[in-house]
């Protein structure tokens, strides 16, 4: 069973800060990652997306992926109150026709 | 940008009821999605399509049929709704090649079966 594991949260930080998140996965054959956000209510939306190994930065953003260590992470710089929500890690397995499989999401909640 | 509409954003249905969800996309994609999405549990798959006519199930089918008998509109039917189907149900088309990999969700369906 393919599997994509992420801290369910809640996680907390004064707005500045900057937020992580991390995300596992178990195939290693996978090649393709992604940070949707879920506001409350509402439904998910893509917010970064990374396939080689090494940094991605995207405004506030920086998607982050090892794919030795099986480990797929998101920095929140400067994080703001807008920034509460739900973060879906999802992981696409089998190829170009895979399916994503996402993971349980992390909350994240920014106080000001 | 690409608008994905589903047909009700609330419904109460009763046990044992065939329940309909409609999925409509306005961006030519091929590739749709069914998913529901539960407390504690996440984003769990039901059924896709990659084309007219063609699906797949996914990983919870059980219980589940899906319909794509045009491109641009994607079904989940409940056959015989039950309690333990009371869901947030969430319909997605997928953008591939040019602009990246994209999933683009409608707005959700709450079904409440009693």
């Known amino acids: 069973q393919k599997e994509v594991e992420q801290n369910s949260g809640p996680l907390s930080v004064p707005e500045g800060a900057i937020a992580s998140l991390n995300c596992t996965y178990s195939?290693?054959?996978?090649?393709?990652f992604f940070w949707y956000r879920q506001y409350s209510g509402k439904s998910p939306e893509l917010i970064m997306s990374?396939?080689?190994?090494g940094d991605k930065e995207d405004g506030r953003f920086t998607a982050q992926l090892n794919k030795a260590s099986q480990y797929v992470s998101l920095l929140i710089r400067d994080s703001q109150p807008s920034d509460s929500a739900t973060y879906l890690c999802a992981v696409r397995s089998g190829g170009s026709q895979g399916n994503l499989i996402f993971g349980k999401g992390t909350k994240l909640s920014v106080k000001p | 940008d690409v608008k994905v509409t589903q047909s009700s954003r609330y419904l109460v249905k009763r046990t044992g009821e065939k329940v309909f969800l409609e999925c409509v996309q306005d961006m030519d994609h091929e590739n749709m999605f069914w998913y529901r999405q539960d407390p504690g549990l996440g984003l769990r798959l039901i059924y896709f399509?990659?084309?007219?006519?063609?699906?797949e199930k996914g990983d919870i089918p059980e219980g589940y049929s899906v319909s794509r008998e045009k491109k641009e509109r994607f079904s989940l039917i409940l056959e015989s709704a039950s309690t333990n189907q009371t869901s947030m149900y969430l319909c997605?088309?997928?953008?591939?090649?040019?602009?990246?990999?994209?999933?683009?969700f409608g707005s959700g369906t709450q079904l409440s079966v009693l």
């Open positions: 399509s990659y084309d007219v006519k063609m699906k």
């Open positions: 997605a088309s997928r953008r591939t090649g040019m602009g990246g990999e994209k999933l683009f």
């Open positions: 195939d290693r054959g996978s090649q393709s």
């Open positions: 990374i396939y080689s190994n």
